[in-house]
């Protein structure tokens, strides 16, 4: 499928891609309160991006998706989840200094059972979208390679 | 300062983390800088590592209460049970710690001109500095879960070290695969051992369950799970098929950090063994288990070596046997540990040996690895056969195989015979057999080494090794030192064993004491 896949395919892929981003961009983003997190948010993400690999074919998607870029917000992602743990040294590593607070995600959490609000759990969610951002970028990377890998395969055998 | 200090325990973990984070994005504008930046990073964690050595061998364990409101809370809210990841750092814990430091520091500092010439090291140092961390993750943690976690992190970023370069044989990519599996097939069952525990006790702290430890059949499965990928992971000898596939295709420096991995492994089953399950288990059973592991690896371990070409693979094999000694001291204390007579009498001494042998294997094998990664370097092969006559040009590698050798061998005055000594004597007194057997795979030790000594350095100088020159100045450095620490382990070998390993000894007996410091009381 290196040329991308039929009209069909394509068409249905552009109107789901954008539900799909939102969709694990709000798994990150309630990852404190819901099923799911950062790790899954993010590989739903990624998926995405795999289902547009999938039907454009590597070379017309490699223009949107950079290989560099992805792997730059891999690193960021992982120093901004670090960054957060070391802010909380004031009492212990790791310690959640924004919940409690008053700001931003910083509500002090209801007692009870309750709808949930997404202004709560501190670092945890800030966490949540540092991993949200490392892994959609990682698992981006992995495809992306396994693409381009497959396609050379494919040139090769063709030759 | 002194407030940054009390978090040391989770800086040691923290800035490995940190700086193997920062290195992909460092890397993207400065190539040279990022072996600096490992460097410096694991030079600080050994500052930091000696300073926590120095704080639990003068006041006592030392607990980290990972995102809780004070360092040393271990049970909030009045809660009976800790529910937060905790550090427990005992005497135990930071002698491993130190090993790791060390080896990790002089692996960073060799690396430097030891892999300037190849690609994706931006890569090479994040998962350096990732196997660093875990490595002082598994040693430090109090948690069993927390292990779990680091044990993966290890196994994943040496499996990719292994497989760092693969070549067009594809040698390292089948050693990094077998590893892999060696490594998934061990971490599902630490898991499934951990969920035994986790069902029974509902906890995860490692002093809690030990506390109401009960040694159902629950747990005996557990055990035996436990002891035998750990003993795997170790490379002992019924499930060593992975150790010299794995050790002789990483290159040089990694392999010295993997030796030091596998060690962190041997640590949590001793680990397991005497803090987790202490008295419950049947100590004479699972004592003689582990001796008979450790003959076997010795002697199996020598044996194969005997015969090998490879450089790298000979070492692997005397790796294996080394291991033995340490299995074997170790499990005679836990085999005595019910007797407090033979304990006091020859146990504690036996114990004494084995894990002052870790320290000393961690050295002198790192040594000879990174002779070994020397004479690659400067000949292209690990092929004795190839080789000869190198000492007439390589006069510094030369001299540190002769102490690495020696020491292995255990021959006065080096590291290898302090500690081998102590387990010759004490195993002498519990069976005069085993003793004998360890004094035999010595001496086999030192006939393969002489072999290795004799055709890759003397005779006379070979045509196509002419214009070969000593290598560069920060891999005699790095080996240096690690001479500098065996000749110093074997000249002063009575204050190591009192100053460092005897605490560390009486921390692995002493259950009471490591269940007393999360939970207060006894």
Redesign the interface.
């Known amino acids: 499928m290196i040329g991308g896949m039929s009209r069909i395919v394509r068409t249905m892929t552009t109107l789901i891609f954008g539900f799909i981003m939102v969709y694990g961009f709000y798994v990150i983003a309630h990852g404190h309160l819901s099923p799911g997190g950062g790790f899954q948010g993010g590989a739903i993400v990624a998926s995405a991006f795999a289902l547009l690999l999938v039907t454009y074919g590597t070379s017309q998607i490699q223009s949107f998706l950079s290989k560099d870029l992805l792997s730059i917000l891999e690193s960021t992602g992982l120093v901004l989840f670090i960054t957060f743990a070391f802010l909380g040294l004031g009492a212990t590593f790791f310690y959640n200094f924004v919940s409690n607070s008053g700001g931003l995600f910083g509500t002090p959490s209801a007692i009870g059972v309750n709808p949930g609000d997404l202004n709560t759990g501190g670092t945890i969610t800030l966490m949540n979208m540092a991993v949200g951002l490392e892994v959609l970028a990682a698992l981006g990377v992995i495809v992306l390679t396994m693409s381009v890998a497959s396609e050379t395969i494919h040139k090769k055998e063709k030759q | 300062m002194s407030s ?1 200090l009390m ?1 040391a325990p ?2 040691v973990i ?1 800035l490995p ?2 700086a193997a ?2 290195t ?2 460092l890397g ?1 504008f400065n190539r040279k800088t990022i072996s600096w930046l490992a460097s410096f990073t694991l030079g600080l964690t050994l500052l930091l590592t000696i300073f926590i050595a120095k704080q639990v061998l003068t006041n006592g364990p030392i607990v ?8 040393g809370l271990t049970l909030p809210f009045g809660y009976s049970m800790p529910i937060r990841i905790i550090f427990q750092i005992d005497a135990m814990g930071i002698f491993m710690g130190l090993i790791t430091a060390v080896v990790a520091f002089l692996a960073a500092i060799y690396s430097i001109s030891y892999m300037e010439q190849h690609t994706g090291l931006d890569k090479y140092y994040t998962l350096l500095l990732l196997l660093a961390t875990s490595m002082f993750g598994m040693e430090l943690t109090g948690d069993i879960f927390n292990f779990f976690v680091f044990f993966e992190i290890a196994s994943i970023s040496s499996v990719a070290l292994v497989a760092f370069r693969s070549t067009i044989s594809g040698e390292p990519a089948e050693a990094g695969l077998k590893y892999m599996v060696v490594s998934s097939i061990s971490a599902l069952m630490v898991l499934f051992a951990i969920g035994l525990f986790y069902g029974q006790y509902d906890a995860l702290n490692i002093a809690t369950i030990a506390s109401v430890m009960q040694f159902t059949q629950l747990d005996k499965i557990a055990l035996i799970l436990l002891v035998t990928v750990l003993s795997m992971k170790a490379g002992s000898v019924p499930m060593h098929m992975w150790t010299p596939d794995a050790y002789s295709e990483a290159p040089a420096a990694i392999t010295m950090v993997l030796v030091a991995a596998s060690q962190a492994s041997l640590y949590a089953l001793f680990r397991i063994t005497f803090s987790l399950y202490n008295v419950t288990l049947n100590t004479i059973t699972v004592g003689w288990i582990i001796i008979i592991l450790g003959v076997l690896s010795m002697f199996i371990g020598v044996t194969m070596a005997i015969i090998q070409s490879d450089i790298k693979r000979l070492m692997a094999y005397h790796a294996i046997s080394q291991t033995g000694y340490m299995l074997l001291g170790v499990g005679v204390g836990l085999a005595v540990l019910t007797n407090p007579a033979a304990l006091e009498s020859y146990g504690i001494k036996a114990m004494e040996g084995g894990i002052f042998h870790i320290m000393n294997h961690a050295m002198y094998k790192g040594l000879l690895f990174l002779t070994a990664g020397s004479l690659f370097y400067r000949t292209g092969t690990r092929d004795l056969n190839r080789m000869g006559g190198l000492a007439h040009n390589m006069a510094y590698t030369a001299t540190f195989f002769i102490i690495g050798a020696a020491a292995i061998a255990g021959i006065p005055p080096f590291n290898g015979f302090a500690s081998k000594l102590i387990i010759y004597e004490s195993v002498y007194q519990f069976n005069p057999l085993l003793s004998i057997i360890a004094m035999l795979v010595s001496i086999l030790t030192l006939a393969s080494f002489v072999k290795v000594f004799h055709s890759a350095f003397l005779g006379p100088q070979l045509e196509h090794y002419k214009s070969v020159q000593e290598v560069p100045k920060s891999m005699v450095l790095a080996m240096a030192t690690l001479a500098c620490i065996i000749v110093f382990f074997g000249l002063f070998p009575e204050l190591i064993v009192k100053h460092i390993v005897h605490p560390a000894v009486m921390a692995l007996i002493d259950q009471a004491r490591y269940t007393a410091t999360i939970l207060g009381g006894i």
């Open positions: 940054i978090h989770a800086l923290a983390l940190l984070f920062v992909p994005i993207r980290y209460v990972f995102g809780g409101t004070e360092i």
